[in-house]
């Protein structure tokens, strides 16, 4: 008896699909449409300012101004030796000179050429150098500069500005000019601002870390006596368990930065470029430390390297797993940086990853017991309005199986549903109807069924609890409701264990598969035909007794593991281990088991025929009945 076996859910067998609460939680991350305002804006001032350069400014520079005058008044100006130095332009058929102007400064004219044989001898006479080329235009150096590097300049200015832009909309990792480096979050131990108090529940794997923040705040308490703590810790449990909050508290506890990344944040489309983001993150964390590095989701990273199966893409993750192993082993153990990593399907990890030096201790965050769950309630309640009277107990056990991210959203729920019928504080009545809401989906209020239909799933739900009462393994009915549900539930029943348990014996087991059959045997005894209402209760049941067969060695096979749980955490996947001729086998069996616990509930239900008829009639009329009012009935005398 080593693993805690508690099969599947908690067992609410109702008419079409019920999600229970083994679920994934959808998280929703804010996905903000950036802005493209700015883009555009940047590129267009950049462009006119070139535009404005090119016609007025470039042009202003490079010919510096020449001032055209007549020939006579050129002539005039060389007898007044206003003019130093005159050149022939014969191209233009023109003569550019240089003279001083009326406010005695040195200026260029030019004026038009005029057939003057005179010219020559007057120009000697008046001592002008008239060889010389004349420079128009500015030195080579400034015309350079005028029309390559600040339009290059312009240009880059701009580019860096739309690369920018183009950064930030593929996320703080995509940097354009920035490849490589990453920018993980650094949180200040304010941002955290999470401590073991927000965490409920959770003793074990808090003890264990524990001991990580005390090292994180005396590390020359462990360098003293020359012990090493682990490098790293991987937390591994179902989603919505607290993995994320724990790492965070621990970095808050000991405050400490806390560098967070996810794992698929690595998987990036370059190659090469996430074994650059590790490479920068374990440097950032040397300069911070002692801080914590948090690596989320580390199995998108971190998978097996084996098979060479999956086509393309591998190369990637391999070089970035590898670096992240070569990182573990290079950094210095004492410095007080602690890699905790997270994940869900800690059996696909490499087993690199694993040894020690590295991921080597490992904590399990399981899903709260009845405790865990009243405190992580009553966490979540402290910022909620609540009325005087609530009993979370009762509550936290209704809820067996949900996850403190489920708990979470139950007060948030029950919170909404007061504000909707315009209270200011939570009821009792709030938790319960949003217990339901999580588990069953929202009340389809406009849903209308035809008296027939609800005819029909009253007996089908009664059928279940009646059948769940008669047997004594069973767990205790405590409501039974036939309003429509937005997950495509028309009614179910729901069970509910007094404590915990996380064995279950084959007594229970064939006691919840006849409950689950119950459904069904009361359609066809009292309306002698069946409806599709049962399909879930069908799947389930026979999920259970493949279970009981292939994993629980509760049939004539034995100790024998047919079939191997992949993703213990995550469903219950499973796959065949056996040949098939077993598998046959099994098949055969699974038929045998469902059939016999049909012909349980068949015969429970004829036997207490009259039962069924009463508390149908009843819930038919009230359309919901509790517990009590279910046992009361039952245990009335006729
Ligand atoms: P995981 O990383 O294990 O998937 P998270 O740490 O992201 O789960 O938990 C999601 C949310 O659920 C948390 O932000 C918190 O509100 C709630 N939660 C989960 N476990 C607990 C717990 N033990 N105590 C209090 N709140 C919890
Ligand atoms: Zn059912
Ligand atoms: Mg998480």
Redesign the pocket.
Known sequence: MHAKTAPEDTGIPCLHRSPGFRKETLTMTSNQEPNRKPLLYYAMIALTLILLLNTFVFPMILSRQVQEIGYSDFLQWVDNKRVSRVSLDEQNNQIVFIATNDNGQEQIFKTAVFPDDGLRARLEAAGVQFSAQIPTQNSPLLNFVISWIIPIALFSLLGRVLMNQMGKRMGDGMNVMNFGKSNPKIVADKETGVTFA?????EEAKDALKEIVDFLEHPDKYAGIGAKLPKGALLV?P???????LAKAVAGEAKVPFFSISGSEFVEMFVGMGAAKVRDLFKQANEKAPCIVFIDEIDTIGKKRDNGASIGGNDEREQTLNQLLTEMDGFDGKKGVVILA?TNRPESLDPALLRPGRFDRRIP?EL?DLNGREA?LN??AQHVKMSGQIQMKEIARATSGA???EL?NIINEAALRAVRMGRSEVTQEDLMESVETVIAGYQRKNAVMSEEEKRIVSYHEIGHALVAALQTHSAPVTKITIIPRTSGALGYTMQVDEGDHYLMSQEELLSKLATLTGGQAAEQLVFHSITTGASNDIEKATKLARGMITRYGMSEFGMVALETVNGQYLGQDTSLACSPAYAEKIDEQVVALVGQARKKADQLLKDHEDKLHELAGYLLQKETITGEEFMEILNRKA
């Open positions: 927000d965490v409920a529940g959770e449990g989603p919505g368990t607290g993995k994320t909050l997270a965050v709260p992580i966490v979540h996850s403190g991210a979470a």
